[in-house]
């Protein structure tokens, strides 16, 4: 299958300040990235979908002022945590696919662990 | 909210078979039924997906009933690295617009020695 890194894999910050993941597309250019969020002992939530070149479509509660998404080329999405506080501890994970006319399957990276201290 | 329904745990003995099953009763035309899985504190991983005919991989089986309301997910021979939750998914494919993923609660399969 195809494979999606983030960087980075985990990072601590401390309240109020910026954090920044990235998530690439290694072998395949994805026209679309979603962004998800998982709580301890809970399913993965949908944050938001992104198609390259375009802005980002936020799911509902999900504030897009806070969590700020770049899909900026084919193969490079960004999400970027503002003024992050302890309550943005979680892990995000990022998803690719590739638009086509066939049915794609979608590609998950290995997620990224937020502590907000 | 997930269009599924999946038990919330089950075990299963090393090297036996593990069939995990999965309800879908209204489930459309358009829809696929994709199954990932993820590992504790990894992403999640694609397994396999299938729409009206049972697949295979070589990772796992899928058997779709011929009504579409359900389909199971077999693992021949699970391994102790099988053990993860097991995520069934609805997602729509219609006039060339690919409907999201939306993950539920999952089956817990625990691969025991």
């Known amino acids: 299958g195809a494979v999606v890194s983030q960087h980075p894999s985990w990072v601590i910050c401390k309240s109020g300040t910026s954090v920044k993941i990235e998530c690439r597309s290694l072998d395949f250019q994805a026209t679309t990235m979603f962004w998800y969020r998982q709580f301890p002992k809970q399913s993965l939530m949908l944050m938001a979908t992104?198609?390259?070149?375009?802005?980002?479509?936020?799911e509902q509660g999900v504030e897009k002022d806070k969590f700020l998404i770049n899909h900026a080329s084919l193969t490079l999405s960004t999400l970027t945590v503002t003024s992050a506080h302890p309550e943005d501890s979680s892990f995000y994970i990022c998803?690719?696919?590739?638009?086509?006319?066939?049915?794609?399957?979608?590609?998950f990276g290995p997620g990224t662990r937020l502590l907000v201290l | 909210d997930a269009k599924t329904t999946q038990p919330t745990s089950m075990d299963c003995a090393e090297g036996r078979a593990a069939n995990l099953p999965c309800n879908h009763s209204t489930i459309s035309g358009n829809e696929y039924v994709y199954w990932y899985r993820q590992i504790h504190s990894q992403g999640p991983q694609y397994i396999i997906h299938g729409l009206k005919n049972n697949e295979t991989n070589e990772m796992a089986s899928l058997i779709i009933t011929e009504d579409r309301k359900s389909s199971t997910l077999i693992l021949p021979h699970a391994t102790l690295r099988d053990t993860a939750v097991y995520y069934c998914i609805v997602q729509e494919f219609y006039g060339g617009s690919q409907g999201n993923l939306i993950f539920g609660k999952g089956t817990k399969l625990s691969v025991k020695p």
């Open positions: 998803s690719a696919r590739i638009a086509g006319a066939m049915m794609e399957t979608q590609y």
């Open positions: 992104s198609n390259e070149g375009s802005k980002a479509t936020y």
